[in-house]
């Protein structure tokens, strides 16, 4: 069975940093592409990141680029989301989420809470 | 970016009523390599998204056949042939074709 299991999140104050994992099970992690997307309370679904299978390609959503790094360890079937300098705007659940063939979103996390508040 | 329109963005369904959810984009999203990259998801109360519809039409495994998706380049719509209780929740198009990819602001299904 395809898992994915987010951990890290938590109250963090505007300006400080927080990193999220998310371990992968099921299937082969190496082999496929994976994203953070984000729901702020009460609202739709925003893509936040995206990195390949070997790293090779990375892409940021504009409103995280420079503040946020993405990264994998294979090794350990683990993606993770490095966040630093957040601000209210970050309060959000963040699931990763399994790029498989033809582009889709297949599998998903249950979600790491993150609330910037002070 | 590529903007998702989605409405209604609230639908009322009696059990076994047919529904359909329009999804239109600003741009085609018919890709250079001849597929189009347009899913369907949907977000049970409290539960993680999940995907019911890839490349417009195409049923993901294990999804009940009364949803269906049909459209092309900028109109695309989602259809539910029989509303069960159990269909409701929040359904987003989302599109894949263009970076960076985006969703749909969603529609919301109520069971009357």
């Known amino acids: 069975e395809v898992q994915l299991v987010e951990s890290g999140g938590g109250l963090v104050q505007p300006g400080r940093s927080l990193k999220l994992s998310c371990v992968a099970s099921?299937?082969?992690?190496?082999?496929?592409?994976m994203n953070w997307i984000r729901q702020a309370p009460g609202k739709g679904l925003e893509w936040v990141a995206y990195i390949s299978s070997g790293s090779s390609y990375i892409y940021y959503a504009e409103t995280v680029k420079g503040r946020f790094t993405i990264s994998r360890d294979n090794a350990k079937n683990t993606l993770y989301l490095q966040m630093t300098s957040l601000r209210s705007e970050d309060t959000a659940l963040y699931y990763c989420a399994r790029l498989g063939q033809l582009r889709v979103m297949d599998a998903w996390g249950q979600g790491a809470s993150v609330t910037v508040s002070s | 970016d590529v903007v998702l329109t989605q409405t209604p963005p609230t639908l009322s369904a009696t059990i076994g009523q047919s529904v359909s959810i329009s999804c239109r984009s600003s741009?085609?999203?018919?890709?250079?390599?001849?597929?189009?990259?347009l899913n369907w998801l949907l977000q049970r109360p409290g539960q993680s998204p999940q995907l019911l519809i890839y490349?417009?039409?195409n049923l993901e495994s294990g999804v009940p056949n009364r949803f269906s998706g049909s459209g092309s380049e900028t109109d695309f719509t989602l259809k539910i042939s029989g509303v069960e209780a159990e269909d409701l929740g929040v359904y987003y198009c989302m599109q894949a074709t263009h970076a960076p990819l985006t969703f749909g602001s969603g529609t919301k299904l109520e069971i009357k």
């Open positions: 490349s417009v039409s």
């Open positions: 741009q085609s999203l018919l890709d250079s390599d001849g597929d189009t990259y």
């Open positions: 099921g299937f082969t992690f190496s082999n496929y592409g």
